[in-house]
């Protein structure tokens, strides 16, 4: 009879031990599944953040290129306006000495 009864007091206790394990295991796998749900989430959203930012980082490199260019069309520009205005004053100054000249022969004519 003693016998008997720790038998099924041991049964008993096994089968309560298990449950309880069973449930708490079954808790942990639920939570665990509820955070890989979370970081695959979050991964998605860092994925799509990352997408967005090279997207706007390759418009703003193009821009750059954009402006690259066109600041080196305005060198070309300067250069050529300088030059042109370097002549321009050549040409000023052998009209000044015509002009000059000129006043010249006509106060001889004079």
């Known amino acids: 009879m003693l016998f008997e009864w720790s038998l099924v007091t041991f049964s008993l206790l096994l089968v309560i031990f298990v ?3 069973m ?3 079954k808790n942990l796998t639920i939570k665990e599944q509820r955070n890989n749900d979370v ?3 979050t991964l998605k959203e860092a994925e799509v953040l990352i997408r967005k930012y090279q997207i706007q980082l390759q418009r703003a490199l ?3 290129d954009i402006l690259n260019e066109q600041m080196n069309k305005l060198r070309r520009e300067i250069k050529a306006v300088k030059q042109r205005n ?3 004053r050549i040409e000023n100054e052998k009209l000044k ?3 000059k000249d ?3 022969r006509i106060e001889a004519l004079i």
């Open 19 to 21: 449950v309880v394990k």
């Open 23 to 25: 449930f708490y295991f």
């Open 39 to 41: 970081m695959k989430l």
């Open 62 to 64: 193009g821009n750059i």
């Open 86 to 88: 370097s002549q321009y």
């Open 97 to 99: 000495s015509r002009i």
């Open 102 to 104: 000129l006043e010249s």
